[in-house]
């Protein structure tokens, strides 16, 4: 199972290298980013916990995040995550999820993470069904999650519960025999 992957000047790497607490503490300090962890991230300590998390996860063989780093001989600058969990051996099936630093957004780091992480899952993990979910009010990452190649397959209501709202979610998922998506 490859630890890395590199596609498109960037490259996809487990967590815990030097300065990653303190850009993971960067990006959740933005509004966006509020729903994006299970516990808030408002400190070095709860960045710190973050990172070894997601090292535990690994170690554990049931969720695999990747920082997203630039790889275009660059500072290794952190430009966001994105994750394979709820890996299911039984049915070969995995959650994809991702976010991008505010400054990395709009120029296809999504994108181009995205359609890697599914391409790593399917050819290193085996999965064959890769789903992954959205807010409807949540153009961006409807986008991200097409250009991925992941077919959206209909509307959960009402799924989730954040601040006394609740919000639809359109779902999408990947078969490891659909096509894969044209360069965006
Ligand atoms: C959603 C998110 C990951 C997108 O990251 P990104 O690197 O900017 O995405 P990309 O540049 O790869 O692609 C964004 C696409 O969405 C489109 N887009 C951006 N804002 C949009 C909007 N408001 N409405 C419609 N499309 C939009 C872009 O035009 C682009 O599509 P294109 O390639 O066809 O032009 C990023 O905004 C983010 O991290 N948001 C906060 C966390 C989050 O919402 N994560 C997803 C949870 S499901």
């Not at 815990?16 to 300090?29: K, M, Q, S």
């Not at 209501?157 to 998506?181: F, I, M, N, W």
Request: proline share 4%; with cysteine; charged share 25%.
């Amino acid at each position: 199972m490859r630890e890395s992957v590199e596609v498109s000047g960037l490259v996809l790497r487990p967590w815990g290298a030097e300065g990653d607490v303190g850009a993971v503490l960067e990006a959740f300090a933005e509004p966006l980013m509020r729903w994006q962890a299970p516990q808030p991230v408002d400190s070095v300590e709860d960045a710190r916990q973050w990172v070894r998390a997601r090292g535990a996860q690994w170690e554990e063989g049931g969720a695999f995040s990747f920082a997203v780093v630039d790889g275009r001989g660059g500072d290794g600058a952190v430009l966001g995550n994105v994750t394979v969990s709820a890996v299911d051996r039984r049915h070969s099936t995995g959650w994809v999820s991702y976010w991008i630093t505010r400054a990395a957004r709009g120029r296809g780091v999504a994108i181009h993470s995205c359609r890697a992480a599914a391409r790593w899952a399917f050819d290193d993990l085996g999965l064959f069904r890769l789903e992954l979910g959205h807010r409807v009010n949540n153009p961006a990452s409807c986008r991200v999650a097409t250009a991925a190649g992941f077919a959206a397959e209909g509307i959960q209501r009402q799924k989730l519960l954040y601040d006394g709202v609740r919000y639809d979610v359109e779902s999408h998922a990947r078969l490891a025999t659909d096509p894969e998506p044209t360069a965006p």
